[in-house]
């Protein structure tokens, strides 16, 4: 170290981890390993560590216009630099950008100045081919791994090195440390701790071929790799629930624990998405046009890209076609997890893409056990009836292999207060669709005299059994039955009423739940003719009225009571 002038070193110390603190003059200008320093006045005080490698980690100067000299120096176990010396007229003891000025009293003065140490530091190691950075400080880093002329670089822009591993050189005032390209060939992990940290990968000066493990600390934390142009590349990323990671072209890439994934830019092939399952889900978005998924595995993460392009797995988790309404094109399809489809403004006919979400597959299509399917509606009213959603577009002609949960060729279900019925052969004949149905009537049928067990049986539009009920299980005189919406969830609710023999006790139950809804006698107590149920919306209020009238002996009496009055649970008069 030195330059073409006088220079000289009169002070040293070691600390604890055997870096080296020098201290003494120069002047002109002087180098100290990649650092270079020019005095202000004859001579000026130079302070420089070194790495117990010996790699400069930093060269600092102080002084000013005259004669200035470091005689001794000393470092505690906090890594703070004290060193004393003379100077003459006015000198700089800030060797940053700051000032901090002492003017002589006389021709020269003695100095005691202190430098902090590194508050936070990153510790780097090489042990069996793996070069391993540890944020030791538990600060925030903001961590970039890139090539540049030539080198590999690892650099944090707050944050100094301890020191440089073997085959590596401290740089940057300890903030990097580097080696050139195809020098070390093994994998790099890096492990932050507390704060919010960032990795950025840059692929711009030239791919980087290592394999990076990424491990986040306990703030919110961020992966973002840029460059593109690569084929592949290996990561692994873990960090808490809230962060994210944003991919600008990308090869190969592998990731566990993932928070979340912002991806913009050209293709990212074979991407494997890990997440445990509890936190139970990521979010995937793309903020760019033009994401390109080839082999792709989705696990327990929710994933909203624009049209990718390639085979998609989903292992678990929540697959959304699109942030908003779109539609996913992809390769070959295959899912375990579930498929969420956004459904606004309801219209017919619905357009995918505009109107709702739409998986668009060239390939085939698998449906696993475990496969689940949401409806997400957003805006009010109800689709139109007959109109078709075609959630998966399946090319060719090869069938779709497997079903939704629950949901069987041609069931029949409700969502959002209206009757739907999935096919999995519609389309073209191998396209899963969804047609809106008309509301449809349930039957509910009650059971006559002597009945044991459930009188009343409500069956589905397609026969199936809905549910059963024993409205009145100390009586065994028969069950009249109907059904209406009475509460007007578009589902009809069960009315009751007992047979010959029994008061006129009228029972109305949820279609849905089952829960009674109300409990009322449509005639007085002490009648014992039985009584004869219906119901309809006679107002055209959208609640159905409950109409009663009277079997044996009651005489020609019919009672209306009022749908939103019976739908409240409060009392009634007909």
């Known amino acids: 170290m030195g330059g073409t002038g006088d220079d000289a070193g009169y002070g040293i110390a070691v600390d604890a981890l055997a870096n080296v603190y020098v201290t003494g003059y120069f002047e002109d200008t002087a180098t100290f390993g990649s650092f270079s320093l020019t005095s202000a006045g004859s001579e000026d005080i130079f302070i420089s560590k070194l790495d117990n490698?010996?790699?400069?980690?930093?060269?600092?100067?102080?002084?000013?216009?005259?004669?200035?000299?470091?005689n001794a120096i000393a470092v505690d176990g906090s890594g703070n630099v004290y060193t004393t010396g003379y100077f003459a007229d006015t000198a700089d003891f800030d060797p940053a950008t700051g000032t901090f000025n002492l003017t002589s009293i006389g021709s020269s003065d003695i100095f005691i100045s202190k430098l902090l140490g590194v508050t936070g530091t990153l510790s780097a190691s090489i042990s069996s081919g793996i070069l391993t950075v540890t944020d030791i400080g538990n600060k925030a880093n903001t961590l970039s791994i890139s090539i540049v002329g030539g080198?590999?670089?690892i650099a944090d822009t707050t944050e100094q090195f301890l020191s440089a591993p073997s085959g590596w050189t401290l740089a940057g005032d300890g903030k990097s440390i580097f080696t050139p390209v195809g020098s070390f060939t093994g994998s790099i992990i890096l492990n932050t701790s507390g704060g919010d940290d960032s990795l950025t990968v840059n692929h711009s000066?030239?791919?980087i071929a290592n394999p990076i493990t990424y491990n986040g600390g306990d703030g919110v934390d961020s992966l973002q790799i840029t460059g593109g142009g690569f084929v592949t590349g290996n990561f692994s990323y873990t960090g808490p629930a809230g962060s994210s990671v944003a991919l600008s072209g990308a090869g190969l890439l592998s990731y566990a624990d993932l928070e979340s994934l912002n991806a913009s830019g050209s293709t990212i092939s074979n991407l494997l998405l890990s997440l445990p399952t509890s936190p139970s889900a990521a979010s995937l978005s793309n903020?760019?046009?033009n994401l390109q998924l080839a082999g792709s595995t989705v696990t327990n993460t929710t994933f909203a890209p624009p049209p990718p392009a390639g085979s998609l797995t989903l292992n678990a988790g929540t697959l959304t076609?699109?942030?908003?309404?779109?539609?996913?094109?992809?390769?070959?399809y295959t899912q375990t997890g579930n498929l969420t489809i956004e459904i606004v403004n309801p219209t017919s006919p619905a357009t995918a893409g505009v109107h709702y979400d739409q998986v668009n597959v060239t390939g085939t299509v698998t449906l696993n056990p475990g496969a689940t399917l949401t409806l997400a509606f957003v805006g009010s009213g109800q689709v139109p009836v007959g109109t078709v959603y075609t959630l998966i577009a399946n090319d060719g002609t090869d069938a779709v292999v497997g079903t939704f949960a629950g949901l069987p060729q041609g069931k029949i279900f409700t969502a959002n207060g209206q009757r739907w019925q999935i096919s999995y052969?519609?389309?073209?004949?191998?396209?899963?669709?969804l047609r809106a149905l008309p509301p449809g009537n349930r039957l509910a049928v009650g059971a006559g005299t002597a009945a044991v067990g459930n009188p009343v049986v409500v069956y589905n539009p397609d026969?199936?059994?809905?549910?059963?009920?024993?409205?009145?299980?100390?009586?065994?005189?028969?069950?009249?039955?109907?059904s209406a919406d009475v509460n007007g969830d578009g589902i009809a609710d069960l009315i009751t009423a007992p047979g010959v023999g029994g008061g006129p006790h009228i029972q109305v139950f949820d279609g849905v739940?089952?829960?009674?809804?109300?409990?009322?006698?449509?005639?007085?107590?002490?009648?014992?003719g039985g009584a004869f149920v219906a119901g309809g919306d006679l107002d055209g209020d959208g609640l159905a009225e409950v109409v009663v009238s009277a079997d044996v002996g009651g005489g020609p009496r019919v009672v209306v009571f009022r749908g939103s009055a019976v739908a409240s649970g409060q009392f009634v008069n007909g």
């Open 151 to 153: 080198n590999l670089v």
């Open 321 to 332: 076609p699109v942030a908003g309404v779109g539609i996913l094109s992809t390769g070959n």
């Open 205 to 207: 000066g030239g791919v």
């Open 425 to 433: 052969t519609g389309g073209d004949g191998n396209d899963v669709t």
């Open 463 to 482: 026969l199936s059994v809905n549910s059963t009920a024993n409205p009145y299980p100390q009586f065994a005189g028969g069950v009249r039955v109907a």
């Open 53 to 70: 490698n010996g790699n400069f980690v930093y060269a600092k100067q102080l002084g000013g216009t005259d004669d200035d000299v470091g």
């Open 513 to 528: 739940s089952g829960a009674l809804l109300n409990s009322f006698f449509a005639f007085e107590d002490t009648f014992r």
């Open 287 to 289: 903020t760019g046009p």
